[in-house]
């Protein structure tokens, strides 16, 4: 059974950084690309970012330059590193298998950003 469990959501000023871990089993976590998406309150799912196994990315156009996806294959954990936050990146992210919005998601970890 596929089970990713994200972590490391929290409340954040502006301009503040958090770090969003994703465990991963039941699956080879090194053969799949994985993602991170969001959903912000009354939004549908927005791509934030993803990572093929061989450590290549994309980001969204509204985060790029400010949020870092890396992965550790030997843990099978997916990380975001966000940076400069904005209110606007308040939401749900949820850690997906595979490269987009459409792969089995995890329960999610909340970020809200508010001074």
């Known amino acids: 059974e596929v089970q990713l469990v994200e972590s490391g959501g929290g409340l954040v000023q502006p301009g503040g950084s958090l770090k969003l871990s994703c465990a991963a089993s039941?699956?080879?976590?090194?053969?799949?690309?994985m993602s991170w998406v969001r959903q912000a309150p009354g939004k549908g799912l927005e791509w934030v970012s993803s990572?093929?196994?061989?450590?290549?990315?994309g980001y969204a156009d509204s985060v790029k330059g400010r949020f870092t996806i890396s992965r550790d294959n030997a843990k099978n954990t997916l990380y975001l590193q966000m940076n400069s936050l904005k209110l606007e990146d308040t939401a749900v992210y949820y850690c997906?298998?595979?490269?987009?919005?459409?792969?089995?998601r995890g329960q999610g970890t909340q970020v809200t950003v508010s001074s």
């Open positions: 039941g699956f080879t976590f090194s053969n799949y690309a």
């Open positions: 997906a298998r595979g490269w987009g919005v459409t792969g089995t």
């Open positions: 990572i093929t196994n061989s450590g290549g990315s």
